[in-house]
């Protein structure tokens, strides 16, 4: 979930404020330096402060991951939305708010956001991945197994297909042929926090609530900016649950809520 510093290119010629550009460059600064609070006031000042300028959507849209980052769902919500309003298609706008809602819960929200890029960019693997698990999320099989099939025929050595399908025989309950997946990938790329998180869920069914935890811990442990994901915590609660660690999981699930966790369905990776 990284931040984009945006410089707008238009007709040519560098658009910049015409006055306060102080603003501008201190939120530059403040990210930099990761004072995310202080990146924060900075842009909302420069935007009341030049309203009409055409760099502002983007910059809402950084406002977004922002908020996100602060643990702010619905307020960067709110940014996405507005930088949406101004530029319906673009599709970092629609990758950011699609992402956002699936961290929220919000899975059909979420399909909607990924379909409306997919129309924009049909070959995007990543987009057609995240809408594949959010048809898992609302038990459309079908759905996400062709999107899954889709990315092979795009690209035959994606690793997004193989973790589709990681999920997919998951969620079917064919978890002996799920592991061997996430074995596979792990093996490839050790340090991915999802491949960890998945795998944890796929222990979780496999009621090894043990190995659940340490995969779990893997993924904070790799997240970075990511760890702000309600996902995480949701696992981790079902796993201390599991382990009889009620003051841990009901923490963990307060965290989970905190961030925007809404919804009680299985979120699959």
Do not use: C
């Amino acid at each position: 979930m990284g931040i984009i510093l945006i410089i707008f290119l238009l007709g040519g010629n560098f658009v910049s404020a015409q006055k306060d550009t102080d603003w501008l460059s201190l939120s530059f600064d403040y990210l930099k330096q990761n004072q995310l609070d202080s990146a924060e006031i900075a842009l909302k000042t420069f935007m009341k402060k030049e309203p009409d300028n055409p760099i502002n959507p983007f910059l809402l849209n950084n406002l977004g991951t922002i908020q996100r980052r602060l643990g702010k769902p619905d307020q960067a919500l709110v940014s996405y939305t507005a930088a949406l309003g101004e530029f319906p298609k673009q599709p970092v706008f629609l990758e950011a708010r699609a992402s956002l809602f699936a961290e929220m819960g919000q899975a059909r929200n979420a399909i909607l956001d990924y379909s409306t890029l997919l129309e924009v960019t049909p070959r995007d693997e990543e987009a057609m991945y995240q809408r594949g698990l959010l048809y898992l999320q609302i038990k459309n099989t079908d759905l996400a197994e062709a999107d899954f099939k889709k990315i092979l025929e795009i690209n035959p050595n994606s690793s997004y297909a193989r973790r589709g399908m990681a999920s997919l025989a998951k969620f079917r309950g064919d978890y002996e042929n799920s592991e061997k997946i996430y074995n596979y990938l792990l093996d490839k790329e050790p340090k991915d926090f999802n491949l960890y998180a998945g795998r944890a869920e796929l222990y979780l069914l496999m009621n090894r609530p043990g190995r659940a935890l340490s995969d779990i811990e893997q993924a904070f442990h790799f997240a970075g900016d990511n760890s702000q994901n309600p996902y995480l915590y949701i696992i981790r609660y079902r796993t201390n649950m599991m382990l009889h660690e009620k003051e841990s999981a009901l923490k963990d699930l307060k965290k989970a809520i905190s961030l925007g966790y809404k919804d009680d369905e299985t979120t699959t990776q």
